[in-house]
C-alpha cells in the first residue's frame, strides 16, 4: 500500500517537474524588426555656378567701321572766304568717308553766277552713285538745275566742250539736253544733235 501511494506522488511530480520547464521556455522578443538604413546618397548641393562670361565686355565694344556702300552723298557748301566752318565740316565728313562723301562748292558771287550753282550741282548729279545732293545753304538757282531733258539756250560768245565755235543761229534757239556727263552736255532739236557745250554756257528755259 505504501509502494502505490509513493508511485502515485512520484508521478505528480514529475507532472509538475515537466509543466515548469515549458513555464521557463523565454518569452519571445518584442523590439521591432531592424529597419533597412537608407543607403541613396544625398542630392549634390554644388550646383554649377552660371556663367558670368558672355558678354562681359558688352559695354566696352566699338562700333564697327561702316561697310563700303554702293551709294555716294554729295555736299555743296560755300569757300572758306564765306565762312569756314560749313566747308571745314564737309571736308571732315570726306576724309572719314572718304569713298561715301563727295564734295564741291558754289562760288562767293553765287547770285550773278547761277549757271556756274547749276553747273556744279549737275556735275554732282550725273554720277550715278550720288543718290543725293545736300546744300549746307539755301541760295539762289538751288531749285533748278539743268538735267537730261531740260530745255535750254547757249549763251552767246560760247564754244563747242572742245573750243570750237558755233554757228550764230545756235544762240538765238532753244534746245533740249539730249544727253548728260559731268559738266559735258549734248543738245539738240528732236533727236538730231546740235552741239556738245560746256553745261555752264547753258541756261534753262522756262
Known amino acids: 500500500?505504501?509502494?502505490?501511494?509513493?508511485?502515485?506522488?512520484?508521478?505528480?511530480?514529475?507532472?509538475?517537474?515537466?509543466?515548469?520547464?515549458?513555464?521557463?521556455?523565454?518569452?519571445?522578443?518584442?523590439?521591432?524588426?531592424?529597419?533597412?538604413?537608407?543607403?541613396?546618397?544625398?542630392?549634390?548641393?554644388?550646383?554649377?555656378?552660371?556663367?558670368?562670361?558672355?558678354?562681359?565686355?558688352?559695354?566696352?565694344?566699338?562700333?564697327?567701321?561702316?561697310?563700303?556702300?554702293?551709294?555716294?552723298?554729295?555736299?555743296?557748301?560755300?569757300?572758306?572766304?564765306?565762312?569756314?566752318?560749313?566747308?571745314?565740316?564737309?571736308?571732315?565728313?570726306k576724309e572719314k568717308y572718304p569713298d561715301l562723301i563727295?564734295?564741291?562748292?558754289?562760288?562767293?558771287?553765287?547770285?550773278?553766277?547761277?549757271?556756274?550753282?547749276?553747273s556744279n550741282a549737275v556735275a554732282l548729279a550725273s554720277d550715278p552713285d550720288v543718290k543725293a545732293i545736300v546744300w549746307c545753304q539755301a541760295i539762289p538757282a538751288t531749285s533748278a538745275a539743268i538735267a537730261k531733258g531740260s530745255t535750254v539756250k547757249v549763251k552767246a560768245g560760247a564754244k563747242t566742250y572742245t573750243g570750237g565755235g558755233l554757228a550764230s543761229f545756235v544762240y538765238s534757239n532753244t534746245y533740249t539736253v539730249l544727253e548728260l556727263n559731268g559738266d559735258r552736255a549734248v543738245i539738240g532739236q528732236g533727236k538730231a544733235v546740235t552741239a556738245a557745250v560746256n553745261i555752264k554756257d547753258l541756261t534753262l528755259v522756262g
Open 1 to 93: 500500500m505504501k509502494k502505490r501511494i509513493l508511485s502515485l506522488v512520484l508521478a505528480v511530480l514529475m507532472v509538475l517537474a515537466v509543466t515548469g520547464c515549458r513555464g521557463a521556455d523565454p518569452a519571445p522578443s518584442s523590439d521591432p524588426a531592424p529597419t533597412s538604413r537608407n543607403t541613396e546618397p544625398a542630392p549634390s548641393e554644388s550646383a554649377p555656378a552660371p556663367s558670368t562670361s558672355a558678354s562681359s565686355d558688352a559695354g566696352n565694344s566699338t562700333p564697327a567701321e561702316p561697310t563700303a556702300a554702293n551709294y555716294k552723298i554729295g555736299i555743296i557748301t560755300g569757300t572758306a572766304s564765306q565762312g569756314d566752318e560749313e566747308i571745314t565740316q564737309a571736308n571732315k565728313m
Open 102 to 118: 563727295v564734295t564741291t562748292t558754289y562760288p562767293d558771287n553765287f547770285t550773278s553766277e547761277t549757271e556756274t550753282v547749276i
